[in-house]
């Protein structure tokens, strides 16, 4: 139940920013089919809102959605599927559907499997109805300031990095990557300030 | 094409490749502690550079409005442990509010 309030919550507040960025209503909903990773959305979307490039966007959202790679060589094992399910099963491997799997773990690979399953299928089917009530929303709004949606976009992206803040380190590096942002947002063409962070992500890692 | 149709559709492509990849290629190629490491940082790096650009820049401009408020109010509410739905719309009315009566 609260998973599904949570993941209705950010397809509307997905659906509404995208259309506020300029997208249509039909881009919206095909990103939430075909791209079905939250916070990849939410990047390219916010990229090209800001001004930046379609290849800032892509470079943005491609560059978050390599966990989703890490996911799948997780889940693969588990779920041994091939062909048409191989495909399916890609599609929904997300956050939610790896999480839950792996929260299951202890209980055997087959309740894993059911974990995934239900999450993976249940998030993708409420993701893109709330993103299709979100984006008719928008739509509907005019001027999106009145409503507040210009600082719900900041407040979701929020919401996902919080719970990765796990230690001292972590925040150091949000804020460092915050105020490099900002700094660079007049002096770079839209979106590289933003990608330029996840090369800062790279290098500290890689040394760390 | 229009930049948005080929965000739209570049992301979607790519963001599929990643995912059937990670089912598709060997465990050992993925699983170095220092990729595992990296992949935790890199979503910290992007989201935190998206929350302050998008909170503080409108085009290739710095500012500071209304969008301040709704910030602070969702920082606040992370503080107190709240749940997503209500951060999002603590923050939208909080800066709708600055916005309309402001």
Known sequence: ?208 | MTPFWIATIGTSVIAFALKYSGHSVPEKWLSHPKIQRVNALIPIALLSALVAVQSFSEKSKLMIDQRLVGLTVAIITLLLKAPFPVVVLSAALSSAAVYNWL
């Open chain 1, 1 to 208: 139940m609260s998973v599904s309030l949570t993941v209705g919550a950010y397809g509307v507040a997905f659906g509404a920013a995208a259309v506020a960025n300029g997208f249509t209503i039909l881009q919206s909903c095909l990103l939430s089919l075909l791209t079905f990773s939250g916070a990849s959305q939410f990047a390219v979307i916010g990229v090209l809102g800001a001004g930046g490039s379609a290849i800032s966007g892509i470079a943005t959202a491609s560059l978050l959605g390599v966990r989703n790679a890490l996911y799948g060589v997780i889940m693969a094992p588990r779920l041994k599927v091939h062909g048409f399910k191989r495909v399916i099963a890609a599609q929904v491997t997300i956050d939610e559907s790896t999480g839950v799997a792996l929260g299951q773990e202890v209980r055997g690979v087959d309740e894993m499997r059911k974990g995934f399953w239900y999450t993976g299928i249940g998030v993708f089917v409420f993701w893109n109805l709330f993103t299709l009530a979100g984006a008719l929303g928008a739509q509907a709004m005019g001027d999106i300031r009145a409503f507040g949606l210009d600082s719900a976009v900041p407040a979701a992206f929020l919401g996902l990095v919080w719970p990765r803040l796990t230690g001292n380190f972590e925040r150091v590096l949000a804020v460092g990557c915050a105020v490099f942002a900002i700094v660079m947002t007049p002096i770079l063409p839209a979106g590289l300030p933003i990608i330029a962070t996840a090369f800062i992500a790279i290098n500290v890692g890689l040394k760390r």
